[in-house]
Structures are given as structure tokens and as C-alpha cells.
């Protein structure tokens, strides 16, 4: 005992001494994979098991089949209108030319149930009319033993694309969720489904990234995503971690065909249990709003407000009467924080707003002509989706047709612009109330031209200084010029839609 003792001692103290003579500097960094350094810090967590056949067969009975019967109208268009042939083939009884008629349509998804009186969780676009002239009649969920169901649809959330069934019968197995903040990149995940109406199939991969961003904005824009194959028909079907936790609700594929390419995305749990729970209550599902359009402050427009990329969010627009006008927002700030959090690509204005309840009182850091300062602002309570006005800014202006070419005068961005006049701003379709000045034509070599700025867009302001001339905007590019920046930042407004575009100063 006591010679294992010292023998131990011998070689602690060794080590110690080996340490010692071989430490690196202080300071110095190691490498990530240095020998023992991966597997002693991965050692808590389990490993791959030799197969995952176990876990399934525990967990596939709770994963279910979900299919719609829909009844679809369909126009239809007589060839032979205003021929002689017209009355033949016509409407349902030889008469007319063309009309309606309905036909039916199926589609299949996944979902599974989460508690044994038959609640289950799927994907909204799952259990939705797949188009506007498209009526669900009924929702069928098929268990892993073939039994079927007539289901309810209990409630749906277009914005988070989640729905909450309900079957009646004995008692059903189910599974829970997890904690989705617990994933990390490089986790076994496995997805159990019915792909392509392949139903059962058992996927398995890891967690590729966390609190993916795709650029659908909105405050449900953050998945998990994964490498496990998931294909038409897994929406709606769960994501389990090792420990057989549901961690996330497989719902959408970025593929240039339309099949797997290794880019998954889960709704995360912890993002999808809160609305599941006010789902199965009857509850309203509500979401903070701030009636602003936003852009992202890219590498661009942080070059023309002297601005870091990738911090902030640029306000576009500010609506009246709404939750940021109430509190000060302007056009032309740049959200940086929201309650102390930044505002980053991964954690967007949209997500931090949308996620904080109705009626609270936060503060908003901006940077306003290059100063920072906090607002207070009240978050409101958004609209229902299709109460949300939308805008297109692709539609065309009709302009005074002369031929003035591009005014070198307008400070080297090859515009030409004139005065905007009430009669030009009626001709063009904006709201003749609006200042600025009007572009009457492009060089096609400028960036300019390159970024979409075409004859009849409104230049409102260079640098968030409003302009009203063509001198206004020479002025304003020179001083950009004087203070180093090889951009600009113009206010653009076209057909009712205003947009920020940063725009390279030429030669």
C-alpha cells in the first residue's frame, strides 16, 4: 500500500516536473485538436451508439402520418369558344365556354403525439389549404400500427408554421420535448418520418449549425440545422437527441432540386413549445411589433455610414401612429441593441421584437448622424399576417419622356436627377407630398445602374441629409469624399416603398 503510494506520488510529481519544463509561454495558445485536448473535453458526452435501433423502436410509435383531403377549384378555359363546337365542350352539361370546376387533392406530412389522450404536433403548411382556391376537408393521422384517425385541427399559427391536432381513442404513446439550448453543433440527431410517403423512415446525422438565420426575418427565423437526410413529407416530424428528447420539428429544405442536400431545418424546441402550449389552451398567439421596415447593415451600407457591417439593423420606414414612432424611432437609425442585446445577423430586430411581449417598455440603442443614444419604446402588438400591407417596389413609373442623359454635376455616382415636381411625382405614382429629387436617367457603367437605381426612382436623401437639387447631391458626395468614404447612402423611393442603397462615388 504505502509502495504504490509513493510510486503514485513518483509519477504525479513527475508529470508535474514534465509540465513545468515543457509549458508554453504564458499567453501562447495551443492547438484545438492538441493530443488528449478533444477527447478529455468531450468525454461527458455520449458517444455514437453502435446502432440507434433501440432508441427508435421506443420512440417510433409516437411518430405519426398526417394526410388531407382537399377540394380545389379549378378554372377552366373552353378551346373551342366561339366555334361551332362551343356548346360541346363547354361547362358540365355541354354549355358555355369554360368555367369552374373542383377536383381533389391530397398531401402528406409528418407530425407526432405528445401526450396519451391524443395531441399531436405538426408543421402549419402540413395541415393548410395548399393554395387560395383550396378548401381542407378533412385531416387523417395514421399511426406506426396502421390505425387511422380522424383528427381536429385544434390550432394553427401560419408565422411559426406550427398546428396542434387532436385524435380521440385509448390511450397513445407519446414522447416530450427537450431542451433545445442544450444542442451544440456536431450532436447525433436522428429524424423519424414519412418522406415522399415512405412512412417510418429513420434518418440520422448531426446538428450542423445553431440558430440558423435563413432571411425570412420575422421572430420564428432561427433553426436548428442538420445534415440528416430530410426530404417532402418529413415536415412536421421530430427531431430527437440521443436521449430521445424531441429538440426540434423538421420543417423545411434549402435545395436548388427540391430534394435532400444536406441542409435541414428544425423549428427549435424551445422556440416551439410556448406556442404549442397556447395552442392546445385555446390561447391567441401574440408577437411584439414596432411597425418599421428594416435592412440589414451590410458591408455597404456600413462603408456609407462609417459603421461596422454586420451590427445593426437600418430603419427604412417608420409608420405612423405605431410602436417606434411612439417612441422616437426615425428613418434612418440603426438599431444596435434591443434590451441589451445586439442586434446581429444570428439575432435579428425582427426576432428580439417579435419575441417580446405586447405592452412592455424596452430600450432601443440607436446610432443616430453617428452618435448613439437610447430610446424607450413600448412594444405593440402585431397585426395578423394578411392584415400586413404589402408593397412592391418592382412596379414601373412613368416619366416625362426627354432625353436628358445623366448629370456628371449629381457628384460622380453617373445619375441625372431634376427637381421632383408635384406634376412629375402624380406621372410617376408617388405621393406628391414627398421631397427630392427625381433620377432622369443612369450611366449604365455606374455602380448606380448596377445596384437597380433606374429613370423615375426619388433620390429623397444622400447621407440621411434630405436634398432637393442636384447641387444638394453634389454637395453631400463631395463632403462623403473629404471625409474619406468611397460611398454613399441614398434614400430611394419608388411607387410607395422606400428603400436605403449604398452607392460607390465614382472618379
Given at each position: 500500500?504505502?509502495?504504490?503510494?509513493?510510486?503514485?506520488?513518483?509519477?504525479?510529481?513527475?508529470?508535474?516536473?514534465?509540465?513545468?519544463?515543457?509549458?508554453?509561454?504564458?499567453?501562447?495558445?495551443?492547438?484545438?485538436?492538441?493530443?488528449?485536448?478533444?477527447?478529455?473535453?468531450?468525454?461527458?458526452?455520449?458517444?455514437?451508439?453502435?446502432?440507434?435501433?433501440?432508441?427508435?423502436?421506443?420512440?417510433?410509435?409516437?411518430?405519426?402520418?398526417?394526410?388531407?383531403?382537399?377540394?380545389?377549384?379549378?378554372?377552366?378555359?373552353?378551346?373551342?369558344?366561339?366555334?361551332?363546337?362551343?356548346?360541346?365542350?363547354?361547362?358540365?352539361?355541354?354549355?358555355?365556354?369554360?368555367?369552374?370546376?373542383?377536383?381533389?387533392?391530397?398531401?402528406?406530412?409528418?407530425?407526432?403525439?405528445?401526450?396519451?389522450?391524443?395531441?399531436?404536433?405538426?408543421?402549419?403548411?402540413?395541415?393548410?389549404?395548399?393554395?387560395?382556391?383550396?378548401?381542407?376537408?378533412?385531416?387523417?393521422?395514421?399511426?406506426?400500427?396502421?390505425?387511422?384517425?380522424?383528427?381536429?385541427?385544434?390550432?394553427?399559427?401560419?408565422?411559426?408554421?406550427?398546428?396542434?391536432?387532436?385524435?380521440?381513442?385509448?390511450?397513445?404513446?407519446?414522447?416530450?420535448?427537450?431542451?433545445?439550448?442544450?444542442?451544440?453543433?456536431?450532436?447525433?440527431?436522428?429524424?423519424?418520418?414519412?418522406?415522399?410517403?415512405?412512412?417510418?423512415?429513420?434518418?440520422?446525422?448531426?446538428?450542423?449549425?445553431?440558430?440558423?438565420?435563413?432571411?425570412?426575418?420575422?421572430?420564428?427565423?432561427?433553426?436548428i440545422q442538420t445534415d440528416a437526410?430530410?426530404?417532402?413529407?418529413?415536415?412536421?416530424?421530430?427531431?430527437?437527441?440521443?436521449?430521445?428528447?424531441?429538440?426540434?420539428?423538421?420543417?423545411?429544405?434549402?435545395?436548388?432540386?427540391?430534394?435532400?442536400?444536406?441542409?435541414?431545418?428544425?423549428?427549435?424546441?424551445?422556440?416551439?413549445?410556448?406556442?404549442?402550449?397556447?395552442?392546445?389552451?385555446?390561447?391567441?398567439?401574440?408577437?411584439?411589433?414596432?411597425?418599421?421596415?428594416?435592412?440589414?447593415?451590410?458591408?455597404?451600407?456600413?462603408?456609407?455610414?462609417?459603421?461596422?457591417?454586420?451590427?445593426?439593423?437600418?430603419?427604412?420606414?417608420?409608420?405612423?401612429?405605431?410602436?417606434?414612432?411612439?417612441?422616437?424611432?426615425?428613418?434612418?437609425?440603426?438599431?444596435?441593441?434591443?434590451?441589451?442585446?445586439?442586434?446581429?445577423?444570428?439575432?435579428?430586430?425582427?426576432?428580439?421584437?417579435?419575441?417580446?411581449?405586447?405592452?412592455?417598455?424596452?430600450?432601443?440603442?440607436?446610432?443616430?448622424?453617428?452618435?448613439?443614444?437610447?430610446?424607450?419604446?413600448?412594444?405593440?402588438?402585431?397585426?395578423?399576417?394578411?392584415?400586413?400591407?404589402?408593397?412592391?417596389?418592382?412596379?414601373?413609373?412613368?416619366?416625362?419622356?426627354?432625353?436628358?442623359?445623366?448629370?456628371?454635376?449629381?457628384?460622380?455616382?453617373?445619375?441625372?436627377?431634376?427637381?421632383?415636381?408635384?406634376?412629375?411625382?402624380?406621372?410617376?405614382?408617388?405621393?406628391?407630398?414627398?421631397?427630392g429629387v427625381v433620377v432622369t436617367?443612369?450611366?449604365?457603367?455606374?455602380?448606380?445602374?448596377?445596384?437597380?437605381?433606374?429613370?423615375?426612382?426619388?433620390?429623397?436623401?444622400?447621407?440621411?441629409?434630405?436634398?432637393?437639387?442636384?447641387?444638394?447631391?453634389?454637395?453631400?458626395?463631395?463632403?462623403?469624399?473629404?471625409?474619406?468614404?468611397?460611398?454613399?447612402?441614398?434614400?430611394?423611393?419608388?411607387?410607395?416603398?422606400?428603400?436605403?442603397?449604398?452607392?460607390?462615388?465614382?472618379?
Amino acid at each position: 500500500m504505502r509502495y504504490a503510494y509513493a510510486l503514485t506520488s513518483a509519477l504525479l510529481l513527475g508529470g508535474t516536473a514534465a509540465a513545468f519544463s515543457f509549458q508554453p509561454p504564458a499567453g501562447a495558445q495551443t492547438a484545438q485538436n492538441e493530443p488528449g485536448a478533444v477527447a478529455a473535453s468531450s468525454a461527458p458526452r455520449a458517444a455514437a451508439p453502435m446502432s440507434f435501433a433501440d432508441m427508435v423502436a421506443r420512440l417510433q410509435p409516437a411518430v405519426v402520418n398526417i394526410s388531407t383531403t382537399q377540394r380545389v377549384t379549378v378554372q377552366q378555359n373552353n378551346p373551342f369558344a366561339g366555334t361551332p363546337f362551343e356548346q360541346f365542350f363547354g361547362g358540365p352539361r355541354g354549355g358555355g365556354g369554360g368555367g369552374a370546376r373542383t377536383q381533389e387533392a391530397q398531401s402528406l406530412g409528418s407530425g407526432f403525439l405528445i401526450s396519451a389522450d391524443g395531441y399531436v404536433v405538426t408543421n402549419n403548411h402540413v395541415v393548410s389549404a395548399g393554395t387560395s382556391a383550396a378548401v381542407v376537408e378533412s385531416i387523417t393521422v395514421t399511426l406506426s400500427d396502421r390505425r387511422e384517425f380522424k383528427a381536429k385541427l385544434v390550432g394553427h399559427d401560419a408565422a411559426s408554421d406550427l398546428a396542434v391536432l387532436k385524435i380521440e381513442g385509448a390511450t397513445f404513446p407519446f414522447v416530450r420535448f427537450g431542451d433545445s439550448r442544450q444542442a451544440r453543433v456536431g450532436d447525433w440527431v436522428v429524424a423519424i418520418g414519412n418522406p415522399f410517403g415512405l412512412s417510418g423512415s429513420v434518418t440520422a446525422g448531426i446538428v450542423s449549425a445553431i440558430n440558423r438565420v435563413t432571411g425570412q426575418s420575422g421572430a420564428y427565423d432561427h433553426f436548428i440545422q442538420t445534415d440528416a437526410a430530410i426530404n417532402r413529407g418529413n415536415s412536421g416530424g421530430p427531431m430527437f437527441d440521443l436521449h430521445g428528447n424531441v429538440i426540434g420539428i423538421n420543417s423545411q429544405i434549402l435545395s436548388p432540386t427540391g430534394g435532400n442536400i444536406g441542409i435541414g431545418l428544425a423549428i427549435p424546441a424551445e422556440q416551439a413549445k410556448p406556442i404549442v402550449d397556447k395552442l392546445m389552451r385555446g390561447e391567441a398567439i401574440e408577437r411584439g411589433y414596432l411597425g418599421v421596415g428594416i435592412q440589414p447593415v451590410d458591408e455597404n451600407i456600413g462603408a456609407a455610414l462609417g459603421l461596422p457591417k454586420d451590427r445593426g439593423e437600418l430603419i427604412s420606414r417608420v409608420e405612423p401612429g405605431e410602436a417606434a414612432a411612439k417612441g422616437g424611432i426615425r428613418q434612418g437609425d440603426v438599431v444596435v441593441a434591443v434590451n441589451g442585446q445586439e442586434v446581429t445577423p444570428e439575432t435579428t430586430l425582427s426576432y428580439l421584437v417579435g419575441n417580446t411581449k405586447p405592452g412592455t417598455r424596452i430600450p432601443l440603442e440607436v446610432m443616430r448622424d453617428g452618435k448613439r443614444q437610447t430610446l424607450t419604446v413600448t412594444v405593440g402588438k402585431r397585426p395578423p399576417e394578411e392584415q400586413l400591407a404589402q408593397f412592391s417596389a418592382d412596379e414601373e413609373g412613368g416619366m416625362p419622356q426627354d432625353d436628358e442623359q445623366a448629370d456628371p454635376s449629381a457628384g460622380s455616382l453617373g445619375i441625372g436627377v431634376t427637381p421632383l415636381t408635384p406634376a412629375i411625382a402624380r406621372s410617376i405614382g408617388v405621393d406628391p407630398a414627398i421631397k427630392g429629387v427625381v433620377v432622369t436617367g443612369t450611366d449604365p457603367s455606374s455602380d448606380a445602374a448596377g445596384k437597380g437605381i433606374r429613370r423615375g426612382d426619388v433620390i429623397v436623401s444622400v447621407n440621411r441629409t434630405p436634398v432637393a437639387t442636384a447641387a444638394d447631391v453634389a454637395r453631400l458626395v463631395a463632403q462623403a469624399k473629404s471625409a474619406g468614404r468611397d460611398q454613399v447612402l441614398l434614400f430611394v423611393q419608388r411607387r410607395g416603398t422606400g428603400i436605403y442603397m449604398p452607392v460607390r462615388i465614382g472618379g
